[in-house]
């Protein structure tokens, strides 16, 4: 039901270039490609953005994330730093928070869909599928 929920509030996402559009909390549907709704974890995994603040937050599914950002909508980039403050509980999938760290490790831009929001690195690799929670 949850999984339903979440594809119904991405299907409703419209494409635009403003900066403002990336406010607020993106639910995590993918991580290079591996669908996160089949995957068990302790707490619902998203990425915030406070864009006006240049700062990013967010959940990996078990642990709290902070760190700062830089965009540019003209360019459609973004970068993550690379000095993220996150808790260091254990965690029912290690694996899986490490595949997430490492993937926001190689966001170069963004791209806005009808569905959500794509980070790609930069080779244009998808390396993470977002879409609005609501």
Do not use: P
């Amino acid at each position: 039901m949850a999984a339903m929920a979440l594809m119904t509030s991405c299907a409703s996402m419209k494409k635009t270039a403003s900066l403002d559009m990336l406010n607020g909390e993106w639910n995590i549907v993918k991580v290079n490609g591996k669908d996160m709704s089949a995957v068990q974890l302790d707490n619902r995994a998203f990425i915030g953005f406070d864009i006006s603040a240049k700062r990013v937050f967010g959940c990996t599914g078990c642990n709290r994330m902070t760190g700062a950002l830089q965009a540019d909508a003209a360019t459609g980039t973004l970068t993550f730093d690379d000095k993220m403050a996150m808790t260091r509980m254990m965690c029912r999938n290690m694996e899986l928070e490490q595949q997430l760290t490492e993937a926001m490790g190689k966001v170069t831009n963004y791209q806005t869909t009808k569905s959500g929001l794509l980070l790609k690195d930069k080779n244009g690799t998808v390396v993470l599928e977002l879409c609005r929670h609501n």
